[in-house]
């Protein structure tokens, strides 16, 4: 295989890695201040219990989440030299502004960790919302330089030179805004429906005592309210963001839904597989003229398709895929809070067995979304590397080692995968809930 | 200063700080792991105490220095890109497996002496790894191939003695800051006998920095004879870091009353100072090259409007982050309650 292809592989993995961790060490910061809050307003110590254990694991999680982020840093200069040679020169500014983000979390989550018995309550959420603000503003500012290279701006490109630099234009490029909605929106329901999802469990289990149900039946209501609030955050955003690329980038769109011909009144196309020789979707739902309405917000809104442009310049078409699971997946997760909400806060009643099972289901759901969103949003700009600027084949490194490198780093991935399971098991196996709410155990 | 000179102080300045924190951050590492089972002292836990809460902290430098050096020297990427990508990838793995153990050992108490062992090992390394990248930049290691391309030549590099020379200076500086800053930090708070221990093993160290300092000039490639002539023109930096080290080294048996031997503050001062000296002789004379013949920082550096935009991106940053950074300090490094408090 060529060197290109095998830093593809290797750079692709390891953001796959990355974001479960980073996701999360978005998310749940998020629900850590909402528990600090909740614990203040309420006095119930219940929240101040699920405050600690989150923070506990968020300390695990960050234990894998800060170096398998200083590997993609550093590897985004390694891997693609050509790439950081014309980034480097236009939007190097948030990378920058991105490492006193991290410089803001790290300190204030250590103080928080460590110096939490000494602080009062009123500095102890302020520093866990200071992390809150570091993870998030991280997450945003690498977003900046992701939306840059689907809608790069602010430099001229002559000769291979690059001149004529305004780094704000290039910052406030015509995708950033939504994107980083999208992006952070997203992060915060992960967080939420992976607490939820622990929560759903313990109540699925038989034979825990009535206290201790109290507790994770609070944490689930928490995880409900914030999941809720955002995905509905994150789907009504990624309409947006979905209007965003008919915009600016057609091409996308077009591969996105597997629409090959130009026209009024496309149709939407879910599920199915994109055949390029029928050139349509196969074995989908037909919605007719909905592509259009979402797109342009009329049935009769002109869409532009694939054969409007070079074979060459087409993404792969398995993008159509990624893209659907990550809708439904959103879609499903709005439907899902609402509907356990409905059930405790209009009904009235507990929640049936059933919907605990699928609610477990909520947490690994979301970070499939997050997984096939960013895979779709890079493997969609292929072949660009830089959006219609420079081809990734040209961006990357002469190196050809790689195959070596791949396989040391996967076989890393997967060790660090299994022990941080296994460790957070372990930790909470032996520092079980009812021990620390103070019951005994059974009932 | 043209700008290349200034964005190169600077970068400089972050490697300089990145140097000694590491150094200190991997290294207490290690000797928390050597002085585990001895009983009798709490050396172990007054190392743990340090590294718990810093070493998120200390990881940044080493982010900040590469998105410094992209950023104010985008064209650099390219040529340390390709050369460097084996080397650093290693350094990376190490470096993932020593941070993702040594949280996974806060968590599980039974396991933790093994997940203990393979952070403390690991750690040790990797400030000797990093260091052993300069002989890189030195000339020598690089071939260019017929279009062009460079790419490292990583039997040359691993068989050539000068590579071992830079990796005993990276680890024995480690250990001597590490357990010179250990010192400081446990007389801080009043733990004698840790002090003691500490003290013992920096006394020991010390010279063997400077040995193998020498024999990492020393031991320079025929291609790298230019910057050992650069460091003769740039001496007096060298004679004075050296007079920086006795004074520093010196310090260490100060006596003063009834109390043990030694003012560690002004030894970690002055030993810090050594390095500061001997690292900015040491910066001119690698001056303007940043990969010697090939790349100088005049034709790495980027343009104009971005420059300024990065300044002014550093002034806020430091502005908003210098209260964060004061009211940890006063946490975790001046408070003797939390520094010598009870259990782990
Ligand atoms: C839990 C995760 C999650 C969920 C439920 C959704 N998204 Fe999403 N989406 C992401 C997580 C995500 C992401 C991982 O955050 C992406 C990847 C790249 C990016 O900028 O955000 C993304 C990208 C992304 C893009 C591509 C942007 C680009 O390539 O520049 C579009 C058009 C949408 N989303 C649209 C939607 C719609 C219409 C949703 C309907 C519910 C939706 N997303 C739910
Ligand atoms: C965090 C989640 C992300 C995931 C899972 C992810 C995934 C991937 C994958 C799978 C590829 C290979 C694409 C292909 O060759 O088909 C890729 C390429 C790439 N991504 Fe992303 N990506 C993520 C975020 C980002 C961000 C935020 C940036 C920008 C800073 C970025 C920059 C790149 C670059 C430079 C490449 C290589 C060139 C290219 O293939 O276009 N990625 N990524
Ligand atoms: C959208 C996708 C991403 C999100 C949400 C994200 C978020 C995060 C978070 C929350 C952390 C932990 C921060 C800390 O505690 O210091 C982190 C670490 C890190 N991330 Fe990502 N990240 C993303 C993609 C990337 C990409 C594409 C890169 C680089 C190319 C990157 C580089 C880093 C680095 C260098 C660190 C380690 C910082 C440290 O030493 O503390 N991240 N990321």
Known sequence: MDSVVMARALFGSSMAFHIIFATLGVGVPLMIVFAEIFAGITKNSDYSLMAKRWTKAQAILLGVAIPSGTIVGVMLSMLWPGFMEIMGQVIAVPFQVEIWAFFLEALFMSIYIYAADRLSRKLRILSVIMVSFGSASSAVLITNVHAWMNTPRGFKLADGKVTDVHPLQAIFNPSFAVTAIHVVASAFMTGAFCVGSIAAYKLLKKGKSEREREYHRRSLYLALIVGLVCSMATAINGHFTAQMLHHYLPLKLAAAEGLFETGPHAALEIFGSTSLEKQEVVGGITIPSALSFLATDRFDGVVRGLNDYPRELWPPLYIHTLFNLMVIIGGFLVALSFGALFYRLVLKRPYPRWLLAVLVAGGPLSLIGIETGWIFSCTGRQPWVISGVQKTADAATLSDNIGVLFGLFIGLYVLLMILTITVMRYYFKRKPVARELGVTEGS | ?344
Do not use: C
Request: aromatic share 14%.
């Open chain 2, 1 to 344: 200063m043209d700008h290349a000179t200034v964005a190169i102080a600077l970068v400089w300045a972050l490697i300089f700080a990145y140097a000694i924190l590491g150094s200190v951050d991997f290294g207490a590492g290690f000797w928390a792991l050597v002085f585990d089972r001895r009983s009798g002292t709490r050396a172990a836990q007054i190392a743990n105490r340090y590294l718990s809460p810093s070493w998120e902290v200390t990881n940044v430098f080493l982010v900040l220095i590469t998105v410094a050096m992209v950023g104010f020297f985008p064209k650099a990427a390219f040529w340390l890109g390709t050369i460097l990508l084996v080397p650093v990838s290693l350094v990376l793995i190490l470096l993932t497996i020593r941070s993702s153990f040594m949280v996974y050992s806060y968590s599980t108490k039974r396991y933790s002496r093994p997940l203990r062992w393979v952070s403390g090992l690991t750690g040790v390394l990797i400030p000797g790894l990093l260091l052993s990248v300069l002989p890189v930049s030195l000339g020598g290691f690089v071939e260019l191939s017929s279009e062009g391309n460079p790419s490292l030549l990583f039997g040359k590099l691993l068989s050539s003695p000068t590579e071992y020379a830079h990796l005993a200076f990276g680890i024995s500086s480690e250990l001597f800051l590490a357990a010179l800053f250990l010192s400081d930090y446990a007389h801080e708070a009043g733990e004698t006998s840790t002090y003691l221990s500490y003290r013992k093993v920096a006394v020991a160290m010390g010279p063997l920095t400077l040995l193998t300092a020498v024999l990492a000039i020393y031991t320079m490639t025929p291609e790298a004879a230019w910057i050992v002539v650069r460091i003769g023109e740039h001496l007096p930096w060298f004679l004075a870091s050296i007079v920086s080290f006795a004074i520093g080294y010196s310090a260490l048996w100060i006596k003063d009353g009834q109390r043990p031997p030694g003012r560690p503050r002004l030894a970690v001062t002055f030993v810090i100072g050594q390095y500061f000296l001997a690292s900015v002789g040491y910066g001119m004379a690698h001056l303007p090259y940043i990969l010697y013949p090939h790349l100088t920082i005049g034709q790495a550096i980027t343009n104009d409007a971005l420059f300024r935009s990065l300044l002014v991106s550093y002034s806020i940053g430091i502005a908003v982050l210098a209260p964060g950074f004061y009211l940890f300090w006063r946490l975790f490094l001046k408070d003797k309650k939390y520094i010598s408090r009870q259990g782990e």
